[in-house]
């Protein structure tokens, strides 16, 4: 996204006015791909920015919400589904930047497209899943579960297997206590 033009936002009419402050909503392209691996903002995708600009002594505070949606892959089934997605980010871009300022004031304006990219990729979920009950795969056959199939297996670890014993007790005792199971 280097040298993107479309990130930068005019600060003129606020410079060097602590106090002041500017509200803006715009809607932009991503003109890149942001993110690697399960989860992805596509480039072309658009992102609904809402802005705050606050002139400060130091310099330009930007609070920026972005609304977009993420495209991804299950981590546990492996479809490609889309979802929306919401980040917000502060930073303050300094009048004099040090070297403890990440992000400084260019003329008349700042560039969002560095700390809005590292916002929306940091944001992003590691191990996206297309619904919380996905069952996944198969282990053995590598194949999608189904919901119901999942549930109804059979098979259990052998780790768990005393576990899943003392289950079995429990209930039979609860029903030699309650035959008709209420």
Same mark, same amino acid.
Request: proline share 7%; glycine share 8%; net charge negative.
């Given at each position: 996204?280097?040298?993107?033009?479309?990130?930068?936002?005019?600060?003129?009419?606020?410079?060097?006015?602590?106090?002041?402050?500017?509200?803006? /909503?715009?809607?932009?392209?991503?003109?890149?791909?942001?993110?690697?691996?399960?989860?992805?903002?596509?480039?072309?995708?658009?992102?609904?920015?809402?802005?705050?600009?606050?002139?400060?002594?130091?310099?330009?505070?930007?609070?920026?919400?972005?609304?977009? /949606?993420?495209?991804?892959?299950?981590?546990?089934?492996?479809?490609?589904?889309?979802?929306?997605?919401?980040?917000?980010?502060?930073?303050?871009?300094?009048?004099?930047? /040090?070297?403890?300022?990440?992000?400084?004031?260019?003329?008349?304006?700042?560039?969002?497209?560095?700390?809005?990219?590292?916002?929306?990729?940091?944001?992003?979920?590691?191990?996206?899943?297309?619904?919380?009950?996905?069952?996944?795969?198969?282990?053995?056959?590598?194949?999608?579960?189904?919901?119901?199939?999942?549930?109804?297996?059979?098979?259990?670890?052998?780790?768990?297997?005393?576990?899943?014993?003392?289950?079995?007790?429990?209930?039979?005792?609860?029903?030699?206590?309650?035959?008709?199971?209420?």
């Amino acid at each position: 996204m280097s040298g993107a033009r479309v990130f930068h936002e005019n600060i003129r009419d606020i410079y060097n006015r602590p106090g002041e402050m500017r509200e803006r /909503t715009r809607t932009v392209a991503a003109p890149e791909r942001l993110g690697e691996g399960l989860a992805w903002v596509a480039e072309g995708e658009n992102l609904d920015l809402d802005l705050r600009l606050e002139s400060v002594h130091e310099g330009i505070l930007a609070t920026v919400e972005v609304n977009t /949606t993420v495209h991804a892959e299950c981590g546990r089934c492996l479809k490609e589904f889309a979802t929306p997605f919401q980040v917000e980010f502060q930073e303050l871009f300094a009048y004099t930047p /040090t070297e403890a300022d990440e992000y400084g004031v260019h003329g008349d304006h700042v560039d969002l497209e560095p700390p809005l990219r590292d916002a929306v990729v940091l944001a992003l979920p590691f191990q996206p899943v297309c619904r919380p009950d996905c069952p996944g795969l198969d282990p053995e056959s590598g194949e999608l579960r189904e919901a119901e199939a999942a549930a109804e297996s059979g098979a259990v670890d052998p780790r768990w297997a005393a576990l899943a014993g003392y289950l079995a007790e429990e209930k039979d005792v609860d029903r030699s206590a309650d035959p008709e199971g209420n």
